[in-house]
Structure formats: structure tokens, C-alpha cells
């Protein structure tokens, strides 16, 4: 048998091997911004929102689940069983019979919200207010992507997030985010509040703000690959794939922090050769 340290050292290497591939599965950096191939702009605006949809009725579907479970305290081994039932048939459908997997992603979802209430209860409290601004914050990120991706149409872009300036606002965004977690933090620590309860709203939005930047590259990997990727499985990995999109939103925001420098770099060089100029021609104005 070999030694210990030699078993901990390939278990190690195992193990960045197996991290690797999961995120070379999950994203190809190089073609963070190759928009050049993607497919039609009626495709990949209807894959889309399809997907957005269903994730906006399983959010519903799992606040039912939890109403359900407040009105009779049905929660528990057997609702688990049936999410456990319903997410097999789910991952067993084939992705041709996409409006069947849909409706066993509800089911999975609904008794899902019927079996995390007893889990969670003694460490969060639940009330109607927070599950309403739940499907408040899902249906309005849909909204939002719906407009501003109708609104581009007639400029002739495939998506609004294939602008450059979207680099931009994941930039202010995620900026603005850590400052507001820095005052849940603050108003925490004074308070006395659960942290749980301050995490979860930061928690969401920054969620959804890596979530539609991972939806469009999810989309045209799947398409160049030839995958055959249903609204379902797109939402399945949204949850899989979790710490993908939290390194895909960074390096959004890396790469838009560098090219926003070497764009300031150029402008400050361009500015000093007109100002080179402007004194060269002045001095030659001058000596003639």
C-alpha cells in the first residue's frame, strides 16, 4: 500500500481534475464574447424565454408547496418521496416530450416547498410578505428580460446582453450589491437580526443578475455543440451549475474592468498626442 502522503497527494490531483472539468463543462472562457455565431435572433429570443418561464413557475409552484404546508402541516417523509418520484421522471423524460417534463418539474417543485418547510422552519420565519416578493423579484427579472429584449429587436441586436455596455452594469451592479451587503451587514451586527434573513435578499438578486448572462452563453454553447438542450434541463443546470455562474459573472466583471482601463489607457495616450501636436504647431507658428 502506498504511503499516506502519496494517497493524499493523488486524491488532491483527482480532485482539481475533477473541479477543472466541471467548469470547462459548464463554461469555455475563451467565447465569453463570441456573439458572432450565434443563431437566429427568433430562436434564441423564444429558447430563452421559454427557459425564464419555467423557472418562473417553478418558483410559483414551490410557494404553493409551502402555503400548502402552512395551511395543513402536510410536509414531511412523504411529500419527500414524491419530489424524489416526480425529479425522476423528470431527469428520465426524454427532451422531445418537453411539455411532459414540464409538468413533472412543477410536481417536483410543489412537493418540493411542501418538504423544505419543516427543514427550515426553526431557523427562518416564513410569512406570506416573503414568499409574495419571491415571485415579485422571479416575474419581474422575466418582465424585464422581455422588454429590454423586444426593445432591441428593431436595432437589429439578437439579445440586449450582446451589448459592450453590459460589462458595464454587471461592473455597477455587483459594486452596488457589495455595498448594500456591506449595510446588511452593519445593520445586522446592531440589531441583533438573523444574518440568514439580511443574506437572502442580496442573495437573489445577484442570482439573478449571473443568471441571464449564464442563460445567453448556456444557449450558444448548447448550439454550436449541437446539443439539444430543453427549457427543463436549462433550468436544472441553472441550479447545477451554481458555482459556474458565480466564476462566469466574475469574469464578466474582470474582463470588463480590464477592457474599460485599456480603453482609458488609449483615450489618455490619444489626448497626449493632440496635446503634442497643439504645442508643435503653436511652437512652429511661432519660430515661422
Known amino acids: 500500500m ?16 475533477a473541479v477543472k472539468s466541471y467548469f470547462c463543462r459548464c463554461i469555455d472562457f475563451r467565447t465569453l464574447t463570441d456573439f458572432m455565431t450565434t443563431p437566429t435572433y427568433l430562436f434564441f429570443h423564444s ?6 418561464a419555467t423557472l418562473v ?10 402555503l400548502l404546508d402552512f395551511a395543513g402541516e402536510v410536509g414531511g417523509r412523504f411529500t419527500f418521496l414524491l419530489f424524489s418520484r416526480s425529479m425522476f421522471w423528470v431527469l428520465k423524460t426524454p ?12 410536481a417536483a417543485t410543489f412537493f418540493m416547498g411542501a418538504s423544505m418547510v419543516p427543514c427550515i422552519r426553526p431557523y427562518v ?14 416575474a419581474t427579472c422575466y418582465a424585464v428580460y422581455c422588454l429590454g429584449a423586444s426593445a432591441t429587436r428593431s436595432a437589429g441586436r ?3 446582453l450582446e451589448l459592450p455596455v453590459y460589462y458595464k452594469v454587471v461592473v455597477c451592479s455587483l459594486c452596488s450589491y457589495l455595498f448594500l451587503l456591506l449595510l446588511f451587514f452593519v445593520y445586522s451586527a446592531l440589531f441583533r437580526h438573523s444574518l440568514f434573513l439580511v443574506m437572502v435578499p442580496v442573495y437573489m438578486v445577484c442570482y ?14 448548447s448550439w454550436r455543440d449541437g446539443e439539444n438542450l430543453d427549457c427543463v434541463t436549462c433550468c436544472l443546470r441553472f441550479y447545477t451549475d451554481f458555482p459556474a455562474i458565480l466564476a462566469y459573472t466574475f469574469a464578466l466583471l474582470v474582463k470588463g474592468l480590464y477592457d474599460g482601463l ?5 483615450l489618455r495616450i490619444m489626448r497626449k498626442r493632440l496635446v503634442r501636436m497643439y504645442i508643435e504647431n503653436i511652437t512652429n507658428k511661432g519660430l515661422s
Do not use: D
Not at 2 to 17: V, Y
Open 158 to 160: 439578437r439579445t440586449p
Open 125 to 138: 420565519n416564513i410569512n406570506h410578505g416573503l414568499l409574495m416578493s419571491i415571485i415579485g423579484e422571479q
Open 57 to 66: 413557475l417553478a418558483c410559483v409552484c414551490t410557494i404553493l408547496g409551502v
Open 262 to 266: 485599456r480603453r482609458r489607457n488609449r
Open 95 to 106: 427532451s422531445q416530450r418537453v411539455a411532459k417534463k414540464i409538468w413533472y418539474m412543477m
Open 47 to 52: 429558447h430563452l424565454t421559454k427557459v425564464y
Open 208 to 221: 439573478r443578475v449571473a443568471l441571464f448572462a449564464y442563460g445567453q452563453e448556456m444557449t450558444l454553447r
Open 2 to 17: 502506498p504511503p499516506l502522503s502519496r494517497r493524499l497527494s493523488a486524491a488532491i490531483r483527482t480532485a482539481k481534475a
